[in-house]
């Protein structure tokens, strides 16, 4: 009995220390792009014939079955002009597709490219997980992007990520309660301070709640407070005017013209459904929810320009391709990045997906501009013609994914537990600062 | 008849084997890794390092991941309400009432329900406008809506309510099972001698009953300390901390912002509190500790 013991503890040590050693080598081998494939990829319209037999593995979130026949028919386009290259295309729930990265990473099966959303895209590529796309784009390809797009996954002059659909909020009101309580939705509030105003009508008239929100790091920039300061190596939303819009938001929750909620979207949707709220700020996507869920409200809804507040800008929300570092094919990867990404397939795809296109050309195109007064049409043209003033909210933010929750927390704490805010915010701040330094 | 054992105990580690196998690919393989792990900052994603110590240090500078340990302790104080609510259901429902099967199935129906459906349900009751506070409201306990899981006093009880709801009828059926092999013989001694009902439970029942609430207090410890489902379904942690526990702290630190390498080091240290408590409760336990007769 003893000696078994002592044989288990022996065979023990020896597996640890078999592994301590092992995982010196743990994915150490950094793929670096060929020497010499540097050269600008084609947009899809020239061809680039591969020397040897190229299989690009492709990766999305949640678009099969839907949009099987026009990526499959982009694909043929692409294998076409593209002699020896070819494209296997795999699809993903949401939730899942950031283990199977890390899990195909691990086993050194990286796919070459994949869509990811801008707060997964940079955290992957301040952690340099992602190839610099700057290498391989031209001039005049990443200057077809929106900017405060493009810009948002750009880091140290890197950029990580090439733009793809993206959606922006617009205000949707229900007319019903606006009407009650004396307002006109023909003219609809402008400002963060007027729609302010516009809820706290709302709830003395009708009894309702202005909006519900989510308690997120994005309320920051909205009102024009960076999150980090320039060079993005240290926390600076520790200000007196956070302070403030913290300040104001509590006095709403007090006042019950914003809903004293931590809520998601799903909340969100219900509590325009339910008539408990008369605003709710968010994408398109929306509309589908209140269709389904309250027909009767969604007769009654109404989309118009989302009221920017002090920063003056209105925030996208994308989703973008990246092609990891360990790509072994990472020209072929950018070209058809690149290419599912022009101007021309963009605007096809928001065609069939009813998204917006993160390519400027794209929305010259008339079903951008052109309405038909339903709520969809009504969205989408409000929501369209605001993607020039468009940015993503973790503009250039390392680790975006830890300084997201960082912030959250922060919020929560003083927001639902009554936390005070200088304190609470020096603590994230600290704590954002940490998240830096230690890049993770 | 040492040939026999043998053969015997061959045949038992083959009926095993399967088990073991898949226990070993699955939960022992990561165990151990997990101590490599932990002292590097593997990230799966970025070249590897090793950091020493490091992650540890890190761990008890952690403030979130100190609130996170507090609150897991916490959510051990459901262990003995569910232990003694359980042990007051098995005896009802083993006694020879009528219709008693019916309640047996009731209480266990949480058990087998998934939790996922279990956490969404709650969510709903629990909602500002759900039924929960409308009762309340209507029986004048409350006078305003309350957000039961978006308040820190109340979400992190809420939450531990839950997990109780769900966890009786388990424990239920395991104290079923210890009532239904205490011999009758012994009651009927017990009520010669002029026991009532009340020193039946407190001189027969609760120490022939020992064994079991070992097993049970050491299970439910272990799974008061890991929850994990309801609190990530329903409230990710928050508001703020309220309701950070460490399960959910690691799953943060690990698959969501992917430092593994930190997030092993945590599940050690979790790892090692599970096992003091257990030490814990294996003592308190001991015959002779709280003599009941």
New interface residues.
Partial sequence: MGTNRKGFTVS?LL??SM??A???G???T?GTPDAGSTGAPGTGAEATAAAEPVKLEFWTIALQPTFNDYFNNLITQYEGSHPGVTVEWKDYPYDAI??RL?TS??SGKSPDVVNLNTEFAS??GS???LLNLNEYLTDEQAKSYFEGIYNSTVFDGKAYALPWYTGTEVLFMNKKLVEKAGLDPANPPQTREELVEWARQVHEKTGAAGYAQQLVSKLFPIDGIQILNEDKTAAAFNTPEAEAMITQIRDLMKEGVV????ADFSKQI?YFS?E?VAFQLSGPTFINFIKTSAPDVYKNTIAVPLPTGKANLRLSNSMNLVVPQKSKNPQQAVEFAAFLTNAENQTAFSKVANTLPSSKASIQDPFFTDSDGSLEAEAKVASSQSLDKATDYMVGVP?A??IN?AL???L??IL????DIKETLN?VEK?VNNIISQG? | MYKGFRSESFTAWAFMAPGLLFLAVFTFWPIIYGIPLSLTDYSVITETKYVGLDNFTRAFQDHNFLISLWNSLVYVLIVPVIQIISILMAILVNSRIPGVKMFRAAYYIPVVTSMVAVALIWSWLLGNNGVVNYLLLKAGIISEQVSWLSTSSTALYVLMFITMWKGLGYYMMLYLAGLQGIPADLYEAARVDGAGPLRLIVHVTLPLLRPHILFCTLISVMGAIRVFDEVYILTKGGPGTSTLTSSVYIFQKGLEQFNFGYASALGLIVSLMVGALSVLVFRLNRKGGVNSY
């Fill in positions: 023990l597996t640890m592994l301590l092992a995982c010196g743990n994915g150490n950094k950031s283990q890390l990473t691990a955290q992957l952690k340099g997980a809903l004293k909620e931590d219900q339910g408990q680790s994914a830890d929750s959250a927390r922060g929560q704490e639902m537990n009554g936390a603590k704590e993770s």
